[in-house]
């Protein structure tokens, strides 16, 4: 499907936008998230994610847990052969789902304590402050980047200090160490036309006016888990070279990411990012980490790990946000074919490309 905004690409980079200056549509328009009811791996904040992982090269820790980088340096490990081979590895067994793994803390206000016990028992929930309906501890980060001629995107990213595989014949696959999903807000002339959703290693895109909303906000559902993200709740199937899989969503505790954000401009010439005036003291270093935020796979001698047909139980961290094409024209990632929705259908079968080197 040809994009409607495509005949206003004639080069690259800023045109007249003062950087670190968010238009404040941005906001107006920012995404809800519904998490699933039954989540048992919560929004996590990447600084205390931070504070339980060591960076490791070559499965041989880099420093000692007394030095611990911060969102503030975490760019400086990028000195060993470019970052690219860094893991940021847990200190825990991640088996034993140690807490902040779990990040139920995070859970978003808005409900009694009752109704949380009783949703997950096995967790309780630990915070007792009193926010608004959807805040959450564990804070978003919102990139803004001016592509020229009209155009400004705004990703929203969130963090998960895990990613629960899906199950192929009651076998799990693919758990991961740190979990980066996104959605992708594009504006046209200051209006609010398309959202693309984060789905794995592709996902999908819709015009505005398709998606479901609240007031002015566009609704997302992440899905149990794996944290992808849809426009509806429901059961999601797709299909792997491995076989039939499913994500599922509902519209679980609902999270507002816009109350408690890291909020950035991005020059992707310069590959300049700048905190913004809504968070001014918000660190810059760690966007540009060029490694990996969880575990290296772990090899076949680990007793936590399986193989079969080339999937595993385990698989490595994924990279930051820096890595998610932020200079796409079209407004899906990746390379695929980019079909830009215009209803929502909870019935398509989803056929992906081919996986790129990272999954996204």
Not at 286 to 291: L, Q, V
């Amino acid at each position: 499907m040809e994009l409607l905004w495509q005949d206003r690409w004639s080069g690259n980079g800023v045109e007249g936008k003062v950087l670190g200056e968010i238009p404040s549509y941005v906001l107006d328009h920012a995404p809800l998230v519904h998490l699933y009811s039954g989540e048992q791996y919560w929004p996590c904040d990447m600084a205390e994610h931070l504070l339980h992982t060591t960076p490791h090269l070559n499965y041989t820790p880099l420093q000692s847990q007394d030095a611990r980088p911060t969102l503030s340096n975490l760019d400086l490990l990028n000195q060993w052969d470019g970052g690219h081979d860094v893991y940021l590895q847990s200190d825990d067994d991640v088996e034993t789902r140690p807490d902040w793994l779990i990040g139920d803390k995070n859970t978003p206000s808005g409900e009694d304590e009752e109704t949380r016990q009783l949703r997950r028992p096995q967790y309780p929930y630990a915070s007792t402050d009193k926010k608004k309906e959807g805040y959450s501890e564990a804070p978003a980060v919102v990139v803004v980047i001016d592509k020229g001629h009209g155009v400004i995107d705004a990703f929203w990213f969130f963090f998960y200090s895990f990613n629960l595989g899906n199950e192929v014949l009651n076998v799990r696959f693919g758990n991961h160490i740190g979990d980066w999903e996104h959605t992708l807000v594009r504006f046209v002339d200051g209006k609010p036309s398309f959202v693309f959703l984060s789905e794995h290693f592709f996902g999908e895109a819709y015009k505005f006016e398709a998606v479901e909303k609240r007031g002015q906000r566009p609704i997302v559902y992440s899905a149990v888990g794996s944290h992808a993200m849809y426009a509806t709740a429901g059961v999601h199937s797709y299909i792997l070279p491995l076989g039939l899989l499913a994500d599922t969503t509902d519209a679980g505790p609902l999270w507002d990411p816009a109350q408690n954000i890291h909020a950035y401009t991005y020059d992707t010439t310069s590959h300049t990012l700048l905190p913004s005036t809504l968070t001014p003291n918000s660190p810059t270093a760690w966007f540009h980490f060029n490694g990996h935020w969880g575990d290296n796979i772990y090899p076949a001698s680990d007793p936590r790990q399986y193989e079969f047909v080339g999937n595993y139980h385990y698989v490595s961290g994924p990279l930051g946000p820096k890595f998610k094409d932020l200079a796409r024209q079209n407004v899906c990632q990746g390379s695929g074919e980019c079909e830009v929705r215009d209803h929502l259908d909870v019935n398509t079968l989803r056929m992906w490309p081919e996986r790129a080197e990272e999954e996204l």
